[in-house]
């Protein structure tokens, strides 16, 4: 017997010598740690069973009979049940069933004195791995053990692999079906063999119905030809297709879908499938491809490219779309020897509807307008807006002026009707400018801009209307345009200059004030009068800033005169409604005042009354800031405007300054009951009155004889430089001086009056 085996050795026959003195397990062989359970009625079989196994390297659980053995299974995992057959109360055929029926995972080897035929194929039957019988030798039994365990592993390794296999296809199957890309295989005659679920999100077509068909059946037909060469692709490499661009078909149905049209865009990708043969001779399989919905992307770009050349605010074509249509036009045109027609519309008094009523109301009055207006053009001329209240209006094909004439006549009457916004009647007009393509210009540009200009003139004749571009419209323009540069200039070196006109009291023939009037110091033309480049300041802007350097200039003019002349005189400055529309105008003006330290009731500020009405209430607030900080407001030009007691009553008005119009009318004898009628609401009201324009005696003595006791006009004084006003003050203050002494002192008496105004 040999030394490691335990005597007696019951069950165990064979040459002992044969076991080796340590046995080697082939743990590469296993890939886990078996569990045995020795299940045998004998003790002795079943201890002599055990140390064998744990020789070897194997765990080991001991059972004696068939309950046991069951219990433990429902418990304990094992691996491996060395069964004896012929066991009381519950043999190895009952446990065998048990295992069966309870689906144990767990291999068996058969170990039992029952030799028949009939019971080894019974047990192998109900499942056994092998058949042992008592007794049997040592390596036959660890044999069996070893390669019943092996197979058991390489079973276990296989379901593995297996499962491992089916989740990577049910997650591939996922990943494909779940994909946001339809992807496909073709079979080498262009037939589907494989599309992913997509196909029915997309197109609406289930999967089987599209298993086997043509790939042709979803092509968009124009797109056919293209599709030949890509959806059907054999090339592979950086030969093969990729984010070309195709259109696929949708299902036809008589049922609603999900979809905005029949076809939809796709980008695909896609490459040729090739296997090769034992001679490396390669054979077309198919075609796979991979077809992305583009839809959000292509509506995307679409979107862009109308925001690009449309008005989001009206819809009408932009500007860029307008130039590229009055291209075409004008090639057609010159084809066809047919003129056509550009007409410039700027909304009158936008920028007062906007303040008043509010932007919102102001946009929707813009859609009502840009509607209106297209609904009385043809579907061939182009509607533009191309500014915040201006339109340009292509007419091509049009036979004369006349053509032309009739439609701008026609806006200006249906855009006469109101708009009804938010309950709100709105009454709107139109200044139009005309040019005739090709007599007002070859190009487009050309067109527009005299257009512009044709449109400008109506705006300075009084708004509501049309013109059509003359040639003598260009140099007005040109002259505009180099005054307008000039001023830009002349702002910002330096060549503006002051010229103060006197204010005098009539009674006694002193000087009480002056009135600051800005003359341009051109390098080359001299002295210009306000009334060349006033106007080009109002509408290029420029007035803002040059009524700044005034204000500025002359507070600091006052304010040396005090400290150097001991002169104290009040001090008129004349302001532009942009000024007083601007947010920061009360601070600005405070400024100057603080840093200068000019005494309260110095600085008079004269305003005309139409820039007080274009937004009274605004005009009332920053007055009253003014005047609340002792600034003297004056109404200047009083009586040619919109007067009305209502509105002196509520602005902090001090001083009405009368037109000059109504001065040059004074007579010596007849009617001058409009003048009384001023004088005598100047002293109701209790303000100060001056009148403007003074030329002649009479007119002195119907003033005074009338209660008005400040004038100013050349009778007096023409506007001086800074010189010769205080030269003037200083010979005033050294003689007794009347206004008539006064008046001959001062010389160069011109028969008009100057434009005085800012």
């Given at each position: 017997m040999h030394s490691i085996y335990p005597s007696p050795w019951r069950g165990i026959e064979g040459d002992?010598?044969?076991?080796?003195?340590?046995?080697?397990?082939?743990?590469?062989?296993?890939?886990?740690?078996?569990?045995?359970?020795?299940?045998?009625?004998?003790?002795?079989?079943?201890?002599?069973?055990?140390?064998?196994?744990?020789?070897?390297?194997?765990?080991?659980?001991?059972?004696?009979?068939?309950?046991?053995?069951?219990?433990l299974l429902s418990h304990e995992h094992f691996d491996l049940l060395l069964l004896d057959l012929n066991m009381p109360e519950m043999d190895g055929h009952q446990v065998m069933a048990h295992i069966n029926s309870h689906n144990i995972d767990c291999d068996i080897i058969v170990v039992s004195g029952e030799t028949t035929f009939d019971h080894a194929t019974q047990a192998l039957r109900k499942g056994a791995q092998d058949f042992l019988r008592k007794p049997y030798a040592p390596d036959e039994l660890l044999r069996?053990?070893?390669?019943?365990?092996?197979?058991?592993?390489?079973?276990?390794?296989?379901?593995?692999i297996l499962k491992r296999l089916e989740e990577s296809e049910n997650l591939h199957k996922f990943i494909v079906n779940n994909s946001p890309d339809m992807i496909y295989l073709l079979d080498q005659d262009g037939r589907f063999s494989f599309i992913n679920e997509r196909v029915e999100t997309l197109l609406g077509y289930k999967q089987e119905?599209?298993?086997?068909?043509?790939?042709s059946k979803l092509i968009f037909d124009d797109d056919i030809d293209q599709a030949t060469y890509t959806f059907n692709e054999r090339r592979t490499g950086d030969r093969a297709t990729r984010s070309t661009e195709l259109r696929l078909c949708c299902k036809h149905s008589d049922t609603p879908k999900y979809f905005e049209s029949r076809s939809v865009p796709i980008e695909l990708s896609s490459i040729g499938i090739y296997s090769v043969d034992e001679e490396n001779q390669k054979a077309f399989v198919g075609t796979y491809g991979v077809a992305r919905d583009i839809t959000e992307r292509k509506q995307a770009e679409e979107l862009i490219k109308y925001q690009l050349y449309h008005d989001l605010l009206t819809n009408l074509p932009n500007r860029t779309l307008f130039r590229d249509r009055l291209n075409m036009a004008m090639a057609q045109s010159k084809r066809s020897g047919?003129?056509?027609?550009?007409?410039?519309?700027?909304?009158?008094?936008?920028?007062i509807i906007n303040d008043s009523l509010g932007?919102?109301?102001?946009?929707?009055?813009?859609?009502?307008?840009?509607?209106?207006?297209r609904s009385e053009l043809r579907e061939a001329d182009t509607l533009a807006r191309v500014g915040g209240d201006e339109f340009n209006l292509l007419i091509p094909e049009i036979n004369d002026m006349q053509d032309a004439r009739n439609l701008a006549e026609k806006i200006l009457r249906i855009t006469a009707d109101p708009f009804i916004i938010k309950d709100k009647e709105i009454f709107v007009s139109f200044s139009i400018g005309i040019s005739i393509y090709p007599t007002d210009g070859d190009t487009k540009d050309a067109l527009i801009k005299n257009a512009d200009m044709a449109m400008y003139k109506v705006k300075r004749a009084g708004k509501n209307g049309y013109a059509f571009y003359a040639d003598e419209?260009?140099?007005?323009?040109?002259?505009?345009?180099?005054?307008?540069?000039?001023?830009?200039?002349?702002?910002?070196?330096?060549?503006?200059?002051?010229?103060?006109?006197?204010?005098?009291?009539?009674?006694?023939?002193?000087?009480?004030?002056?009135?600051?009037l800005v003359r341009w110091q051109h390098p080359e033309k001299g002295i210009i009068q306000p009334n060349e480049f006033i106007s080009?300041?109002?509408?290029?802007?420029?007035?803002?800033?040059?009524?700044?350097?005034?204000?500025?200039?002359?507070?600091?003019?006052?304010?040396r005169w005090i400290d150097e002349e001991s002169v104290t005189l009040s001090l008129s400055v004349n302001i532009s409604v942009q000024q007083l529309e601007m947010e920061q105008f009360v601070a600005k003006t405070l400024k100057i005042i603080k840093r200068l330290n000019l005494p309260r009731n110095i600085l008079e500020l004269e305003i005309t009354e139409h820039a007080i009405m274009q937004d009274m209430d605004k005009a009332i607030h920053t007055l009253s800031q003014l005047a609340n900080k002792g600034v003297r407001i004056a109404i200047d030009d009083f009586g040619t405007g919109y007067s009305s007691l209502g509105y002196l009553q509520t602005l902090p008005i001090n001083t009405l300054k009368m037109d000059r119009s109504f001065v040059q009318g004074i007579k010596s004898t007849g009617d001058n009951s409009i003048i009384?009628?001023?004088?005598?609401?100047?002293?109701?009201?209790n303000l100060d009155l001056i009148a403007e324009g003074v030329e002649q005696q009479p007119q002195i003595d119907h003033l005074l004889a009338a209660g008005c006791r400040l004038a100013q006009g050349f009778y007096y004084s023409r506007p001086l430089p800074e010189e010769e006003l205080i030269k003037l003050i200083k010979e005033a203050s050294s003689a007794s001086i009347t206004g008539k002494t006064t008046a001959t002192q001062s010389t160069q008496h011109p028969t008009t009056q100057e434009n005085h105004q800012i």
């Open positions: 002992l010598k044969r076991i080796p003195k340590k046995i080697k397990v082939n743990t590469q062989q296993r890939n886990f740690l078996a569990r045995i359970l020795v299940v045998d009625d004998e003790p002795r079989a079943r201890a002599s069973l055990k140390e064998l196994l744990r020789l070897s390297g194997y765990e080991t659980t001991l059972a004696e009979g068939g309950h046991e053995a069951v219990e069996a053990v070893s390669n019943t365990l092996e197979r058991r592993s390489l079973k276990q390794d296989n379901q593995s119905d599209i298993l086997g068909e043509h790939f047919k003129k056509l027609a550009i007409l410039y519309l700027d909304m009158d008094r936008f920028k932007h919102f109301i102001g946009d929707e009055l813009l859609q009502s307008v840009a509607q209106r207006l419209m260009k140099s007005h323009f040109s002259q505009s345009l180099d005054i307008e540069n000039g001023l830009r200039k002349a702002i910002s070196t330096n060549e503006l200059c002051l010229f103060y006109q006197p204010q005098y009291d009539i009674l006694d023939g002193k000087m009480v004030g002056v009135e600051a080009v300041a109002e509408e290029s802007g420029l007035i803002v800033s040059l009524g700044e350097w005034v204000l500025r200039k002359a507070c600091t003019d006052i304010r009384n009628a001023i004088i005598a609401m100047a002293k109701g009201l």
